[in-house]
């Protein structure tokens, strides 16, 4: 009786069935976590074919978003020990008197805020503390008194933050100065949570961190990911898709933090030198290769005039997509390839030139 036609058979099936494991254990597998911090819901979004990989480096990257956060921390939190000892703490409460040693991370940040205070010529203040107090976002907001904020205005300013690169140290000149980093934090910390997805070999992955947007590689169909850029006037609209791969996208609206007296809208996003509220847009999402950039970036392009920001954006070889306060958009000419205007939407397209 001959045996080898049942013998291959048996044999196909096994090397097929261990085949079709082998390929299901390297196929693409989505990992998905969730946490609120700094204020917002985070998401982080990975892929790879080890599941346990995947969850270990999300956690990695959630530790270093938490290591930011402590650092850059203003609020000084009672009976907290990670947090009432934070970098920003501590050279707020040493203002006028003493340099305090700090984190190279809380370095680096004040530096970076320190470049794009001069460049966009104070439109971006990091010392912006002490309005933002007055204004009460963080707890009940107000529209203080004018001699108040004419007050507060003094004692803002980027020339009186001291930084010593060699030892380590930040002074703030004047007591009374106050550092407040909620517009470069967030972004800081999504793009060093990036690069730790990228050391734990992830390849494909995409944080959500509230408004930032940070992207790498292309999207599992391996195609550029298509991120929506919010109508800020409309909470389900989307006014633009923008496509995006390795980069980060970074909005910055008046949607996000604001109150109403007597049908004007105060928002979040002062103008540090008026001591008021921008007033020259609705949102702002500012392109970049590094999400804490364009952290910083989305600020400034929203403080400056729609135009100005246009030519900021060109000379520093970065992009932006503007939604004016006269419902206008513009946009960098180089991101006309990767934007798709949505019609039917009540505002004026206009190229940026």
Known sequence: MNRRGPVLLIALLLLTALLASFLYGR???EYTSDQFLMDTLISIKVYGSDPENLRMAVNAAYTEMHRIAELADSFPHPGTAAFAGSDVCRINQQAGIAPVPVNPDTLAMLQLAKKYCELSGGAFDVTIGPLM???GFGKIP???PPEEIRAALALVGNQDLLLDEIKQTAFLRRRGMKLDLGAIA???ATEKALQSLKKSGIRKALIDAGGN????????H???WRIGIKDPRKSDGIVAILSLEDAAAVTS????RFFEVDGKRYHHILDPRTGYPAVENMAVTAISSDAGIADVLSTVFFVLPAETALKTAAGLGEKVFIVTADHRILYSPSLAANIEL???TAYRYEQGR
């Open 27 to 29: 196929r693409s597998r």
């Open 133 to 135: 107090d007055l204004w």
């Open 142 to 144: 107000h529209i203080p």
């Open 186 to 188: 967030k972004g800081y």
């Open 213 to 220: 947007i940070r992207v790498l590689g292309r999207n599992p």
């Open 222 to 224: 391996n195609s550029p």
């Open 253 to 256: 609206g008046d949607y996000y």
């Open 342 to 344: 949505l019609p039917g």
